[in-house]
């Protein structure tokens, strides 16, 4: 066997199938994780599964934009209480401070940057010995420019939005927000159509192929019917999983791109969103599951 019970788990997380085909199809992708998602979509058990994977850390993620420039942040801590912590939270915010005035190249370079009378380091070290608990800086980002964020649910998810922009600051705040709410909400992977990458799209028309080859009421149909079918759902992918092609959350008749268009012309300039990114807190590091990972390896 070359996958474990974790595993079995973090597949059934990603696609929402139950552990018994989550299990079989590890088994036949040989461990592969990704191999095993497409197993399961070519048997139209499963929908596209996210890279990252359920959230399954604490901590809090931060999100900031001042003086043309914007920064995320994302610290993590073992219990959610601490993320609760108001000196936990001002650490945070000071760390997101430091990023965006000193513009470190990398987490390492982030901790050696001064910070109150020492560093970055030191003060998390502090931290950790006044609320007892680990604490760490998991990642960061910064960009340049005219940017707006939005936090959800106290730093459960983080979102930085990066425009090019001639509209008033109240409209572009307005709409940014709107537009990060967007991502926040419905986690669009790549920004528009030229964003995602070709072999993206070969391998999700691949795995339309195969779905349609294992459905009895298709695999009859002609070639030309079942290409007309996955350029069709290659449409659908691009609706999905590009933020300008979805359904705008506020309004189901326009889309994204058109939300910001309207938004601009109306308030007499241009409006164009340059590039976003999301953080959700804990995505990709797993929690212990005893209980659940017990009852898979029964299964396994």
Not at 19 to 45: F, P, Q, S, Y
């Amino acid at each position: 066997m070359n996958f474990t019970a974790k595993d079995v788990t973090t597949l059934r997380e990603r696609t929402g199938v139950g552990m018994k085909a989550c299990a079989d199809a590890l088994k036949a992708a040989d461990g592969d994780m990704e191999k095993a998602i497409d197993v399961l979509r070519e048997k139209g058990l499963a929908a596209q599964a996210k890279k990252s994977g359920r959230v399954a850390a604490e901590g809090m993620v931060y999100a900031m934009a001042a003086e043309n420039v914007g920064v995320i942040v994302e610290v993590n801590s073992e219990t959610d209480f601490v993320a609760k912590n108001e000196r936990f939270q001002n650490f945070v915010k000071g760390v997101a401070n430091i990023i965006a005035e000193q513009n470190p190249a990398s987490v390492e370079a982030l901790q050696e940057c001064p910070m109150d009378d020492g560093t970055v380091a030191t003060a998390l070290q502090a931290n950790v010995l006044a609320i007892g608990e680990n604490q760490s800086i998991r990642r960061f980002e910064r960009v340049e420019g005219k940017c707006v964020t939005y936090m959800h649910d106290n730093g459960r998810i983080g979102v930085l939005v990066n425009f090019d922009s001639t509209v008033s600051a109240d409209v572009l705040t307005t709409v940014g927000k709107d537009v990060a709410m967007q991502i926040a909400s419905m986690n669009p992977e790549y920004l528009d159509n030229a964003s995602v990458p070709a072999s993206v799209i070969d391998h999700e028309r691949e795995v339309l192929l195969s779905q349609i080859a294992n459905d009895p009421k298709m695999a009859s149909k002609p070639d030309m019917v079942k290409e007309k079918m996955v350029d069709g759902r290659i449409r659908k992918f691009y609706e999905q999983n590009c933020l300008v092609n979805q359904e705008f959350i506020k309004n189901g008749d326009q889309t994204v791109a058109q939300y910001v268009a309207e938004s601009a012309k109306a308030a007499g300039g241009e409006l164009t969103i340059k590039s976003f990114i999301r953080y959700e807190r804990g995505e990709g590091i797993e929690k212990r599951q005893d209980d659940l990972a017990a009852e898979i390896a029964k299964m396994v």
